[in-house]
Each structure stands twice: as structure tokens, then as C-alpha cells.
């Protein structure tokens, strides 16, 4: 079967790979960050969702860098690829490296090496202008990564294929929370609200409905809402809700949003199929330590829990920086208290842990990533 060869972002490797995973179905993990999927009918449009995924090649090959691997086998390997896959017009060969990339494989004599032996007169070399491109991903180790992976150390391999015509990464300019016309410190960034919304998914069930309980300004409701996801958005303070209306208005897309206790989405919104709640809660160092305020999180789970009992969740909760160094098994504290106390009471409110994955905010501020399916 025909396949696609995906390239994460550094970012973080192992959410990279849980998104695809939630988008799109079984993976194929060539290392961290390459991946291959099947081509399906829905594939692009689905991966069009990801948050962390850089680049799609397709009709692609690869090479492992073992002992005997030489930079000219390669070229020769990727010429013959040519001969048979690379269409005819311009093209040009871009070759990039992740992390350290591999000792005596060097991105300029590949482009080189390649473009000389696959020109011809009816595949001219263009390097301004080509019509088709040649990606190759020279793949080594990360270099001092910034997020725990649990794959360990990788064996250095080069993949290659024709960048997808039908695959854009997505951009982000213009919506940065303090280009947004209503902006507050607690501003979800776009390309976390995205990933948020893409662990959602379920390869099994569609998401029809986006719900975030605490909208604040907007930052989920705008990515569901410019992925043309029905988005049903409310918050407890009046002027959250108007700055994001104000903040949907800005892009020309369109949600529901109300102003509501979290207590009360259940007769706000009623009972659903296809939802996935996506949100992060109130927080701060005297919410949790007073455990009273702990109770907006816990009802966002119940109220959730009676709207789509077979939905799915997901957020973000504040943890300590120290997460980040902690292996899996580790129970570090999230929302104040430790992991192992806090997912009893998560399963409790019907839903079970499926990920949770710390990820740096910035130097000093973790969040922990926890995504939820039905506990029954
Ligand atoms: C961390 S912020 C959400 C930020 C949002 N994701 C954004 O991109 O701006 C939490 C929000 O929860 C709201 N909130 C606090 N308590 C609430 C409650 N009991 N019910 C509903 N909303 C509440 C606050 O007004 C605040 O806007």
C-alpha cells in the first residue's frame, strides 16, 4: 500500500507522534520523528489538523546508516529512486539534517551529488523556481532534546521523497494571543491550543463538537473554529466571553459562546455524541493549595463526562518544572498534589488517563499534557 513519510518537529517527539496517532490511525515509527502512515482517502485532511508536523513526502525511500553506508551509495540510491519517481519538469533537491545529523553525510554534496545525476533535459535542475522538490532528511541523534522521549537513542537514517503538492505546514502568523485584538496573560498559544485539539481526535470517532468550558480568550475555540469544527465555547466571566467573540470575529469564523459556570454546561449545551472537550482550567498556586479551587477542574470532568459519556478530553494542567526531568513512572505533582492521587480522582469523574506527557511553557513553567477517553 501506498504510504506517507511524516517529519515531526523537535519540538517534542513523543507528542508529535501521539497526534498523528490520534489523527490518523497506526503508525509506522522509523525513528522519533519520522514516521509512516498509510495514504488513505482522509489522510491529508486529517494531518492538515497536526500541530507538531513539519513536512509530508510521499513516494519516498530510506537508508539506513549502517558501517558500510557511504554518502555516494546514497546519492546513487536516491538517483535511482529519481529515475523512477520523480515526475518530469524543474526540480530541485533540498536536503536538511534533524537534531546532530550523521558524521560524513553533508547536506550540499547530496544536493549536489543528486542534481547532477537526475538532471536531464526533461527534468532540468531549477533551484529558484522547481516545479517538483526532492526533500531528504539526513536524521541523526537529537541534540540534547527538550522534552524526555520514551524511544531511546536512534539509529541515524536518511529518508527521502517529493514534498506533497497538497500539504502546507501550517502558519501561524497572525495569530499570535497578543496579535489578537482581546489578549490576557492566560492566552492559550495557537499551536498548543491545535495540538490539544488534535489529541482529541479518535481514528474511530469523529470529532463533531469542540467544548471548552473555560474559553477565556479563545485561543481553543479560534483553531477549532478555523479548522471548521463545530465549537461550543462559555466562561464564568462576561468579559472573556465578549473578547472572544471579538477575537472569532477577527479571524471571519464563527462559534458558540456563552457565559456559564462550568457547573451548568450540562443545561447550557445538553447531551451530545462526537464531542471532545478540550480546555485548560483555572490555575494558580492558591488554587490548588486551598483544594476548594480545585473544583472547577473536577466539575469541567463531571459536567463533561454527563453531556458525552463516549466523547473524549483533553488539557493541560500546571505542573513543576521538575516534570520535565522525570521518567514516566515518576509521580510528580500535578495541580498540587501527586499524580497517583490526582487519576483516581480523574477516573473516578468517568474518564481514564490515556497520555500524559510534560511539556516546557517556558524555562521556569511546565504544563502536563493529560488526555482522557471514557473510563467504561
Ligand atoms: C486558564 S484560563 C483559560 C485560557 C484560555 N484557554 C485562553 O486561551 O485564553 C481559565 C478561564 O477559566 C475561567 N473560569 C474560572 N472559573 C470558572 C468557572 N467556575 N466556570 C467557568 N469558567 C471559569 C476564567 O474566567 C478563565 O478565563
Known amino acids: 500500500m501506498q504510504g506517507l513519510t511524516l517529519i515531526g518537529s523537535g519540538l517534542h517527539p513523543l507528542l508529535f507522534r501521539a ?4 489523527l490518523t490511525g497506526p503508525i509506522e515509527i522509523i525513528n522519533p520523528r519520522v514516521l509512516y502512515i498509510p495514504l488513505t482517502e482522509s489522510s491529508l ?12 513526502l510521499s513516494d519516498s525511500g530510506r537508508y ?3 558501517p558500510q553506508a557511504s554518502q555516494e551509495d546514497l546519492s546513487q540510491k536516491i538517483a535511482d529512486w529519481a529515475q523512477k519517481n520523480l515526475p518530469e519538469g524543474s526540480f530541485a533537491v533540498r ?4 537534531g546532530v545529523g550523521i558524521p560524513g553525510f553533508s547536506r550540499s554534496t547530496i544536493d549536489k551529488e543528486v542534481g547532477a545525476q537526475v538532471s536531464s533535459k526533461s527534468r532540468p535542475v531549477d533551484l529558484e523556481n522547481p516545479e517538483n522538490i526532492i526533500s531528504v532528511v539526513i536524521s541523526g541523534p537529537e541534540d540534547g532534546p527538550i522534552h524526555r522521549d520514551d524511544i531511546g537513542q536512534n539509529s541515524p537514517i536518511v529518508v527521502w521523497g ?8 501550517e502558519s501561524y502568523s497572525g495569530r499570535a494571543p497578543t496579535e489578537r485584538p482581546f489578549f490576557q496573560p492566560i492566552s492559550l498559544d495557537p499551536r498548543q491550543a491545535r495540538l490539544l ?10 470529532t463533531n463538537t469542540v467544548i471548552d468550558p473555560f474559553c477565556g480568550t479563545g485561543g481553543i475555540a479560534i483553531e477549532a473554529a478555523l479548522q471548521g469544527i463545530e465549537t461550543l465555547a ?3 466571566d462576561s468579559r472573556m466571553v465578549e473578547g472572544t467573540l471579538e477575537n472569532l470575529a477577527s479571524f471571519g469564523v464563527e462559534a458558540t459562546v456563552e457565559v456559564c459556570d462550568v457547573s451548568r454546561i450540562h443545561s447550557l449545551w445538553g447531551s451530545r455524541k462526537g464531542c471532545s472537550f478540550v480546555f485548560d482550567p483555572p490555575y494558580g498556586r492558591s488554587s490548588w493549595t486551598s483544594g476548594k479551587d480545585m473544583d472547577p477542574f473536577f466539575e469541567a470532568l463531571s459536567a463533561a463526562h454527563r453531556i458525552d459519556s463516549e466523547g473524549t478530553l483533553s488539557t493541560m494542567l500546571p ?3 521538575e516534570a520535565l526531568q522525570a521518567t514516566p513512572s515518576d509521580d510528580v505533582e500535578v495541580m498540587g498534589m501527586p499524580w497517583s492521587e490526582l487519576e483516581p480522582m480523574i477516573i473516578e469523574r468517568g474518564w481514564k488517563p490515556v497520555l500524559r506527557t510534560p511539556v516546557r511553557v517556558h524555562s521556569s513553567l511546565a504544563r502536563m499534557v493529560v488526555v482522557c477517553h471514557p473510563a467504561d
Open 64 to 66: 539506513w546508516v549502517n
Open 234 to 236: 462559555s466562561d464564568l
Open 95 to 98: 536536503t536538511r539534517r534533524l
Open 319 to 321: 505542573t513543576t518544572p
Open 19 to 22: 497526534e498523528i496517532q490520534a
Open 45 to 56: 485532511e486529517r494531518l492538515s489538523r497536526a500541530a507538531l508536523l513539519d513536512e509530508v
Open 162 to 169: 517529493l514534498n506533497h503538492p497538497y500539504w502546507k505546514r
Open 197 to 206: 485539539i488534535s489529541l482529541a481526535h479518535r481514528r474511530t470517532s469523529e
